[in-house]
């Protein structure tokens, strides 16, 4: 059974940081572009951050670039979510997501195109 498990997650305060990890188990994502979205209530689910299958190219909404980095170590089958200066803005319930595309690129940034899903993390920035 394939399964992306996120945790780090939990309440901070504004300006502080938080580092979410995404653990895949039951099959490799090594050769598959990754993600984090993020669902604030009463909003759609929206694109946080992509990773190539490589790790060697990273694309960010404008909202977290230069506050977030998206990371990936092959090795553990984990993606990670670094992020800092955080706002009230960013409470949102973090998703890890996976798609079946080989070799994929930075160009998977819409809910449809990802196959795979956690069951969230939920992030709440105090002000």
């Known amino acids: 059974q394939v399964q992306l498990v996120e945790s780090g997650g939990g309440l901070v305060q504004a300006g502080g940081s938080l580092r979410l990890s995404c653990a895949a188990s039951?099959?490799?994502?090594?050769?598959?572009?990754m993600a984090w979205f993020r669902q604030a209530p009463g909003k759609e689910r929206e694109l946080v951050a992509v990773?190539?299958?490589?790790?060697?190219?990273?694309y960010y909404v404008d909202s977290v670039k230069g506050r977030f980095t998206i990371s990936r170590d092959k090795a553990k089958n984990t993606m990670y979510l670094q992020m800092k200066t955080l706002k009230p803005e960013d409470t949102a319930v973090y998703y890890c997501?996976?798609?079946?595309?080989?070799?994929?690129?930075?160009?998977?940034?819409?809910?449809?195109?990802?196959?795979?899903w956690g069951q969230g993390t939920q992030v709440t920035v105090s002000s």
């Open positions: 997501a996976a798609n079946d595309i080989k070799y994929g690129g930075i160009y998977y940034r819409e809910v449809r195109q990802y196959d795979y």
């Open positions: 039951g099959r490799t994502f090594s050769d598959n572009s």
């Open positions: 990773i190539n299958w490589s790790g060697s190219s990273t």
